[in-house]
């Protein structure tokens, strides 16, 4: 049975990561007004993630008999100087995220919660597929800061990104 200590961390996970879906929005919102519109899709589908994280916890306290809790949102930063700010800035994020995820399964491992172990082990599994994809895209930047022409090609690459619903999940 999940403990009301585990309960509270769970919803205090919904919000960030609804914080987190408000700060990629914020990047994606810098992004357009730099005309990189590109850049803008990549934070907007990263939006979008970070709220299907969110509704993934919510379901599974609705389905573990608990009571979700939704607190307040954090204003994001919304300056940056540059695409490589951003990128630097949401891979510290990321980093945070996991981070916030080990003290999870931390806290589930200590209580014997293995339900709740087992539940969270996707999210495990989906922060070191982030921080990759945001640590190789942080390394590009830096290594076209100069060349706008790389910069350019970046964009249009991160112009093709979707969100897909992963099989299996709600």
Known sequence: ?????????LNTQITF?????NLYLAMAAYCSSQDMDGFANFFRVQAEEER?????IYDYINDMGGRVNIGAIDQPINEYSSMLDC???AYAHEKSVT????????????EKEFATISFLQWFIDEQREEESTFN??????????DNSAGIYMIDTELATRTFVVPANNK
């Open 1 to 9: 049975m999940i403990s009301e200590k585990l309960f509270k961390e």
């Open 87 to 89: 990128f630097e800035k």
């Open 17 to 21: 990561e609804f914080y987190s879906a």
């Open 52 to 56: 299907f994280h969110a509704m993934k």
């Open 136 to 145: 190789k895209l942080m390394k590009k930047l830096q290594r076209n800061k």
């Open 99 to 110: 981070k916030r995820f080990y003290d999870l399964i931390s806290l589930a491992t200590d």
